[in-house]
């Protein structure tokens, strides 16, 4: 019984991991992506973010860098959701 309850908080603990990244991405890493004027306070947001963790690549991100968070738009936003539905519902187990 052990055994099968160590996994199920590791699979909640994944869960979790890809949850807090939907909110960490759209709010803080596809900035850069959007017009300056959108959000005003998301572009704060962004200001903070740069100025704490000294990053000054995502207030103006080179051409190549944006290709990068393209990608992370449309390749790992989506996926965030799908991987903790999928970790959450859990799945066979051989057994």
């Given amino acids: 019984m052990a055994m099968a309850a160590a996994p199920r908080w590791r699979e909640r603990l994944f869960a979790l991991y890809?949850?807090?990244h939907i909110p960490i991405t759209a709010l803080i890493d596809l900035?850069?992506?959007l017009p300056a004027g959108i959000a005003p306070r998301a572009v704060n947001l962004l200001q903070q973010y740069a100025t704490a963790f000294r990053d000054p690549m995502m207030l103006?991100?080179?051409?190549?860098?944006k290709a990068f968070i393209y990608c992370e738009a449309f390749l790992q936003l989506p996926f965030f959701p799908v991987a903790a539905y999928?970790?959450?519902?859990?799945?066979?187990r051989p057994g």
């Fill in 18 to 20: 890809f949850l807090s």
């Fill in 31 to 33: 900035q850069p992506l």
């Fill in 60 to 65: 103006q991100p080179p051409e190549w860098f």
């Fill in 86 to 92: 999928a970790f959450l519902k859990g799945g066979d």
